[in-house]
């Protein structure tokens, strides 16, 4: 059997739609504040620290220099995974060492020191993602399992 762990708190999806800890990453799609029709993929790599933002089709986001330095993004990111997962959980995925309980964003951050830039952008992959996880939006209403989602225990979702 598949142990679900519930939601911290629930989110609002507007400004960050999709977050998740995937792939060795804190990562997820944030919408732009400039441009209603933009958005960036973000991440942060467990253990390494190495920072990527950039737009869904690879154009690096201005405000992200690496070092001490999270762009608005990240942040955004990071204060979204500690509504969704809860600060204690984010943290101990990123492998941070902290005496204190996290509850923003910005305290990964501080926890964290100093970022790099990571080598590649996983935009790609985590945009993919997201838009499969809109796919399942588009289906109607249905008491029948998804064969994709057959992995689930039977009747965990109904009560």
Sequence with gaps: MVRVVPTARPRKLAKVPFVEMADGRLQGVV????????VYVSSVAAG??????????????????????????????????????GGDRVARFLRLETNDEVTIGNEIFWA????????TSPAAAVFSRFLHHLSYLDLPGAVEPLPELSWFPAGAGAR
Excluded: K
């Design 31 to 38: 919408s732009s504040g400039s441009d209603i029709g933009r």
């Design 48 to 85: 390494s620290y190495e920072v990527s933002c950039s737009t869904n089709n690879n154009r690096p986001c201005g405000g992200l220099r690496g070092g001490d330095y999270a762009c608005n993004h990240l942040t955004a990111l990071a204060d979204e995974a500690v509504v969704q997962y």
């Design 112 to 119: 964290i020191g100093r970022t790099t830039l990571a080598g």
